[in-house]
């Protein structure tokens, strides 16, 4: 029992490590290509600037998908 306690516990936390590497990557996308150049110019801001806002919105919602992936010692 306590080795499929360990291999849930060790899933988990790499489930957790994934979805936060998403969640940095998409918010680091949103900040660096659409905050950043309505800061500095806002006439710099084009079609380009909102696909990359949208592609960090995805990868920000696919980290909360992913955190459905959890699991627990009754659903392994």
């Known amino acids: 029992m306590g080795s499929l306690r360990r291999a849930v516990a ?11 590497f998403l969640n940095a990557i998409g918010l680091g996308l949103i900040g660096f290509a659409v905050l950043r150049p309505l800061t500095l110019n806002f ?4 079609s380009l600037t909102f696909i990359w806002g949208l592609a960090g919105l995805f990868l920000h919602g696919i980290s909360h ?7 627990t010692e009754d659903n392994t």
């Open 43 to 46: 006439a710099e801001a084009s």
């Open 65 to 71: 998908y992913v955190l459905r992936m959890l699991r």
């Open 10 to 20: 060790i899933h988990n936390e790499r489930v957790k490590l994934f979805s936060g």
